[in-house]
């Protein structure tokens, strides 16, 4: 399928934005002006931003724990983002939520999950909802190849084949489920072939590869929206970093990441606009760099925002 201007330029900005938001969240861990945790999926940009980008304005997603890429995929605003990661009263979720659950559900954004696997039953939940009130949008739901062990994936793909619900389950498998190898806890080469017990479409996918998502998620959501049932899609990729900011990433060795770092989705993409001479090289780079500027003027929003109001503390608490 070949991809307009306008969208390979919204893939390679997207791309590079998910990157440098990252890199300045790992920058601020560093220093220590944020406490407490984050999952970075640098290296993961091309499933995280691009399945999004095959979406249709209307339609849903739910994310990850590791949902950074995801959020700026969809197209909630970075400034928002920054200040929600930073605790501020003007972030996404008042500051109270932090870098694991991001969410904008009045946009259709269910929202990123600490809970492994806790997307998955309330994206059917979302997907009924669609099917039930016949909007013809979908609900594209991401996880990560632990989370595909967990009771809550079976059921739900149960469930959605069983009810014929407008879905994509979108798996991300960066082959390690927090420090443990994908071989040690399945005995399968392919997640997506679980969708077989389920009598549902089930691929897999190189998830490095911006092209080859863009056209299969978009293909996936075609055949979700026309009624005909859930889609698996398996994204095989891969995390420059540790699980979280605290993982010393005993379990792996730099040849492994080194290897990686030569399919970076990034750089193939920009390979890509590059041979089939899309754009420029100043093009590129000006892209890039005002990608840069946006998350600088994101941090810059996110500290001019203020502190939430300790008599805000009971605020948003239904639990």
């Known amino acids: 399928m070949?991809?307009?201007?306008?969208?390979?330029?919204?893939?390679?900005?997207?791309?590079?934005?998910?990157?440098?938001?990252?890199?300045?969240?790992?920058?601020?861990?560093?220093k220590g002006l944020v406490h407490g945790t984050a999952h970075l999926s640098i290296g993961?940009?091309?499933?995280?931003?691009?399945?999004?980008?095959?979406?249709e304005k209307g339609d849903l997603v739910s994310m990850t724990h590791r949902g950074h890429a995801q959020a700026i995929g969809f197209g909630l605003d970075v400034n928002l983002m920054m200040a929600e990661f930073m605790g501020r009263a003007r972030g996404y979720c008042k500051g109270k939520g932090g870098s694991m659950h991001i969410a904008d559900v009045q946009n259709g954004n269910i929202g990123a999950n600490g809970v492994v696997g806790g997307g998955f039953n309330l994206s059917c939940g979302a997907a009924l909802t669609q099917k039930y009130k016949k909007t013809g949008k979908v609900v594209l739901c991401f996880a990560g190849d632990g989370a595909t062990n967990q009771g809550s994936f079976h059921e739900s793909l149960n469930l959605a084949a069983v009810w014929n619900?407008?879905?994509?389950?979108?798996?991300?498998?960066?082959?390690?489920?927090m420090s443990s190898p994908i071989s040690k806890n399945m005995n399968i080469e392919n997640i997506s072939e679980r969708s077989g017990s389920y009598d549902i479409p089930g691929l897999t996918i190189d998830g490095n590869d911006p092209i080859e998502v863009y056209n299969t998620?978009?293909?996936?959501?075609?055949?979700?929206?026309?009624?005909?049932?859930?889609?698996?899609?398996?994204?095989?990729?891969y995390r420059y970093n540790g699980h979280s900011k605290g993982d010393a990433q005993v379990y792996r060795?730099?040849?492994?990441?080194?290897?990686?770092r030569e399919k970076d989705p990034i750089l193939r993409l920009k390979k890509y606009l590059q041979e089939n001479r899309v754009f420029t090289d100043k093009q590129i780079q000006t892209m890039a760099n005002e990608a840069h500027k946006s998350i600088e003027t994101a941090l810059k929003f996110a500290m001019e925002s203020p502190e939430p109001e300790i008599t805000s503390v009971l605020e948003d608490v239904y639990a």
């Open 165 to 177: 619900l407008p879905i994509v389950f979108l798996i991300e498998n960066n082959l390690y489920g």
């Open 253 to 260: 060795n730099e040849e492994e990441i080194a290897e990686w």
């Open 44 to 55: 993961q940009e091309a499933s995280g931003v691009i399945s999004c980008l095959a979406l």
């Open 217 to 237: 998620v978009l293909k996936a959501l075609r055949y979700a929206r026309a009624g005909r049932g859930p889609v698996l899609v398996e994204a095989k990729t």
């Open 2 to 30: 070949e991809l307009s201007e306008e969208i390979l330029l919204r893939m390679y900005y997207k791309m590079n934005q998910a990157r440098f938001f990252e890199e300045k969240v790992d920058y601020l861990f560093s």
